[in-house]
C-alpha cells in the first residue's frame, strides 16, 4: 500500500500505472539493453567477451553484426511490442481498479511474446545468441557449468546474473499464479504467499543453490584431477570453491528467516521466538550474506587489492587498492565502482530506519529495490569481465593453455579458477 485514499485498498497506486507483469518484463528489457551496453563499451576497451564466453564465430566477420549491435537488435524488438502493450494497457484501463484487473490478458500476453522472441527462428535478431542463451540457460538452470573450454565463464556470468534476478523471477512465478488461479488476476495487488507460504522463498533461493551446486562441482573437478595427478596441482586443493560455496550458502538464512516473519503466528503462545528475535537474526544474516560477497566481489571477482596486505595493497605500480593491469579510462572508475557496490549490497539497510523501513514493503519499493540489485549486477559485469580478460591475457594470451580457467589469489595451498 502507498497510501493514497484515492484507490481501492486491494490495489495500490504504483500497480494502477505499472502492474507487475508490467515491472516484470520492464526488468527483463533493460536486462537486454544493459547486456548490449556491457559488450559495446567492453569492445572499445579491446575487451574480446566473445573469446571469454566461447561465443561461436560469426560466419562472415566483415556482413555480420557485432555481438552489441546483435544485442541492440533483439533488445528493440522486445522494446517495441512493450511500448505498444503498455500505451494499450494504459489508454484501457485509465488507472480505474475494475479495469486494470479486467485487462490482465495485456501483460500476460507480452511476457509470451518475450517468450516466443527467444523461442522463434528470426535470423535478423541474434539467431545465434538467443540458441546459445537457451542452451546456457538449460544447462546452468539446475546448476550444472561448463567445462572451460566449453565456456565456463559464461555460465558463471550467467548464473550469477540469475541470482540478481531472483525476486523477478519470483514475481513471475506470483505473476502466472495469480492469473491461472480460479478467480485470480495477474494484475491485482501481488499476493506473495500464493501458491504456499513457502514457494516464494524456495524460489527466491533456487539461484544461489545453482551457484552453490557450481561450485561444489568445480571443487570436486579439482580434487579427482588431483588424485588422477596423484599431487596437488596449480589449482590447489580446491579451497577457494569451498569458500565461494560458503559465500551463496549465506544466502540461505536470508531467506528463511525473511519467510519467517512473514509467516510469524500472531499468537505470542505459538511464536516460540519473538518478533523482535527474528528481526535480529535477519539483520545479522543480511550482514554477513552482504559483507562476505562484498568483500568477494572486490578480492576475488575484481581482483582488487583493497583487502590484501598493505604491501601489496601500497604497492608502487598501480594505484591504492586497485591492480596492475587496468583497462578502464581512470582509477576514479574502479573506487567509485567499490563504493557503489557496497552501498547496492547493503539496501535491507533501509529496514533499520523508522523513516525508510516502510519503503522496502511497498510495491514501488520493492520494484525499486529489485532494479537496484539489478544495476548492480550490470555494473559488477564490466569489472569482472574485465578481471578474466586481464587474467587472461597475463598468463600468456588466450590461447595458452588453461587460460580461460578463472584463476583467482592464493587460498590454502594454492591457485584456483572459480568466480
Same mark, same amino acid.
Given at each position: ?89 494504459? %489508454?484501457?484501463? /485509465? ?5 486494470? =484487473? ?6 500476460? @500476453? !507480452?511476457?509470451? *511474446? $518475450? ?30 557449468? %561448463?567445462?572451460? /573450454? ?5 555460465? =558463471? ?6 541470482? @540478481? !534476478?531472483?525476486? *523477478? $523471477? ?250
Amino acid at each position: 500500500m502507498d497510501g493514497d485514499p484515492a484507490v481501492e485498498p486491494e490495489l495500490d497506486s504504483f500497480s494502477l500505472s505499472l502492474p507487475l507483469p508490467y515491472r516484470i518484463a520492464l526488468v527483463i528489457v533493460l536486462g537486454v539493453w544493459g547486456w548490449g551496453v556491457n559488450l559495446h563499451y567492453l569492445s572499445t576497451v579491446k575487451i574480446d567477451v566473445a573469446s571469454l564466453i566461447k561465443y561461436p564465430a560469426r560466419s562472415s566477420p566483415r556482413t555480420d553484426p557485432s555481438l552489441h549491435l546483435s544485442t541492440y537488435r533483439l533488445a528493440t524488438l522486445l522494446s517495441i511490442p512493450l511500448g505498444l502493450s503498455l500505451l494499450l494497457f494504459w %489508454a484501457v484501463s /485509465h488507472r480505474d481498479p475494475t479495469l486494470v =484487473i479486467h485487462y490482465d490478458f495485456l501483460p500476460i @500476453s !507480452y511476457l509470451g *511474446i $518475450i517468450l516466443a522472441v527467444f523461442l522463434l527462428p528470426l535470423r535478423r535478431f541474434a539467431s545465434a545468441g538467443r540458441r546459445r542463451f537457451l542452451t546456457t540457460i538449460r544447462r546452468v538452470s539446475i546448476g550444472g557449468i %561448463a567445462h572451460a /573450454h566449453e565456456g565456463k565463464f559464461g555460465d =558463471i556470468i550467467l548464473a550469477d546474473v540469475l541470482t @540478481s !534476478y531472483a525476486k *523477478i $523471477i519470483a514475481d513471475l512465478f506470483v505473476a502466472l499464479c495469480m492469473f491461472f488461479s480460479r478467480e485470480g488476476s495477474a494484475t491485482k495487488r501481488p499476493d506473495r504467499g500464493c501458491g504456499g507460504k513457502y514457494i516464494v522463498p524456495i524460489v527466491i533461493a533456487i539461484p544461489s543453490l545453482i551457484r552453490f551446486r557450481q561450485c561444489m562441482i568445480e571443487y570436486f573437478r579439482v580434487k579427482d584431477s588431483n588424485r588422477r595427478n596423484g599431487c596437488i596441482g596449480s589449482q590447489g586443493w580446491g579451497g577457494q570453491h569451498l569458500a565461494n560455496a560458503l559465500k551463496y550458502s549465506t544466502a540461505f538464512p536470508v531467506i528463511i528467516l525473511a519467510a519467517m516473519q512473514r509467516n510469524l503466528s500472531p499468537s505470542p503462545d505459538e511464536r516460540g521466538i519473538t518478533e523482535a528475535s527474528l528481526f535480529r537474526l535477519w539483520v545479522l544474516a543480511a550482514m554477513i550474506n552482504s559483507f562476505y560477497s562484498f568483500y568477494w566481489d572486490v578480492a576475488k571477482d575484481w581482483d582488487l587489492t583493497l583487502f590484501s596486505p598493505a604491501h601489496e595493497r601500497n604497492c608502487p605500480s598501480h594505484p591504492f587498492g586497485l591492480r596492475p593491469r587496468l583497462y578502464f579510462p581512470h582509477p576514479n572508475i574502479y573506487y567509485i565502482a567499490i563504493v557503489t557496490d557496497l552501498l547496492l549490497r547493503c539496501t535491507w539497510s533501509l529496514k533499520l530506519s523508522s523513516s525508510l523501513d516502510h519503503f522496502a514493503d511497498i510495491e514501488s519499493g520493492i520494484f525499486f529495490l529489485g532494479l537496484l540489485e539489478v544495476v548492480r549486477r550490470w555494473i559488477w559485469i564490466f569489472f569482472r569481465v574485465e578481471t578474466e580478460w586481464v587474467r587472461g591475457t597475463s598468463t600468456g594470451g588466450l590461447g595458452s593453455p588453461g587460460q580461460n580457467d578463472v584463476l583467482l589469489g592464493d587460498y590454502g595451498s594454492g591457485k584456483e579458477d572459480d568466480d
